[in-house]
């Protein structure tokens, strides 16, 4: 199999799972994301330069699901960065909850509740 062809055949398995990616656990789908972007430069490294007519067709689609495919991981990325925010903020959240005047002080020391 030419470089070219298993460099399309692995983009092409990598834009899949992305699409099903409501579906995978997100760990799972970043640990195949690392291994795609390693086989990746590796079949890169492969290629030569020297094409014939079917193979050059192929890198003309590889090149437009790579972009689509580099589209999804960014949205991915975009929607596990909220995610991460949400969570952080949420923890922030809890915490004054838990331990309302944990950030009040006091000159002295002491805080004194004025409420009635």
Do not use: W
């Not at 409501?22 to 640990?31: A, M, N, P, T």
């Not at 795609?36 to 079949?43: H, S």
């Not at 975009?78 to 949420?90: A, H, L, T, V």
């Amino acid at each position: 199999m030419s470089a070219v062809k298993a460099l399309y055949t692995l983009t092409k398995q990598m834009h899949d799972r992305f699409e099903k990616a409501d579906v995978i656990d997100r760990e799972e789908l970043i640990y195949e994301f690392n291994q795609f972007v390693e086989k990746r430069g590796q079949l890169i490294g492969q290629l030569d330069g020297n094409y014939t007519d079917e193979e050059r067709e192929l890198a003309q689609e590889l090149l437009k699901l790579d972009e689509s495919l580099r589209q999804q991981a960014d949205h991915y990325m975009s929607s596990f960065q909220q995610d991460i925010g949400k969570f952080k903020k949420q923890q922030i959240g809890n915490r004054k909850y838990i331990n309302p005047y944990q950030n009040l002080r006091g000159k002295d020391g002491g805080f004194i509740d004025t409420r009635n």
